[in-house]
């Protein structure tokens, strides 16, 4: 089952951190899409959620040393 989440994360307002941001969630198994507004750090991802829960998600972006909004 498809799910869409949206965060915002602080650090992804330029370039290289968006970058990495995307890789690291696309390498995610269950991670669908994922998308990053430049200009407010917002991520839009979609989910499966039969392979990834949104918590994982959160404690991903946080390991990697990212800090949500």
Known sequence: ???KMTMYVK???SQRP???LEDLLLKEPGVERALVDVEDGE???EL???KVK???IIRLIKEAG???E
């Open 18 to 20: 968006i970058h990495d």
């Open 66 to 68: 990212f800090h949500l």
């Open 43 to 45: 991520v839009k991802l």
């Open 1 to 3: 089952m498809m799910r």
């Open 48 to 50: 499966d959620e039969t």
């Open 54 to 56: 949104e918590s994982q």
């Open 11 to 13: 650090e992804a307002k």
